[in-house]
């Protein structure tokens, strides 16, 4: 009876840790010894768990615009590092300092981020113009 008690247990802290587990990921897809900066207009801000998101259009040759996704930390994180969920809206100009998507693609993980009042915000406590 001991050891069906013990294997249950397992499996059950195995099922509720499991989402938790699933739903962190690496850092590896973005390339950090490049940084890429760029200022464009906020399409979205998605203050949400487990990150934060900003889509920005960003002014590409001959007039045309190049989207792109820019990956945070958490919001309890960002908070941490003086972040409000107020401090980017749809049609602000921003300027990101990013590391780039190694896939070539229009993304990055935000290094910092130059926001409306000129505020240099990083990506998460400490991380002003340093490493994630």
């Known amino acids: 009876m001991t050891i069906r008690f013990s294997v249950g247990i397992l499996l059950c802290a195995a099922?509720?840790?499991?989402?938790?587990?699933?739903?962190?990921?690496?850092?590896a897809m973005f390339d950090t010894a490049?940084?890429?900066?760029?200022?464009?207009?906020?399409?979205?801000?998605e203050w949400t768990n487990p990150h934060v998101y900003i889509e920005l259009d960003v002014p590409a040759?001959?007039?045309a615009l190049k989207h792109w996704s820019v990956e945070l930390g958490?919001?309890?994180i960002l908070m941490q590092a003086g972040w409000k969920f107020s401090d980017?809206?749809?049609n602000d100009k921003i300027t990101v300092v990013l590391n780039p998507?190694?896939?070539?693609?229009?993304?990055g993980l935000l290094v910092t981020a130059t926001v409306r009042d000129g505020r240099v915000l990083g990506?998460?406590?400490?991380?002003?113009?340093?490493q994630p």
């Open 34 to 45: 490049k940084r890429l900066t760029m200022s464009g207009t906020v399409t979205a801000f």
């Open 101 to 107: 998507l190694r896939s070539g693609e229009a993304g």
């Open 123 to 130: 990506n998460g406590p400490g991380r002003v113009g340093g």
């Open 15 to 27: 099922i509720v840790a499991a989402p938790r587990l699933s739903a962190h990921h690496s850092f």
């Open 74 to 76: 958490s919001p309890s």
């Open 88 to 90: 980017v809206k749809v």
């Open 61 to 63: 040759e001959k007039g």
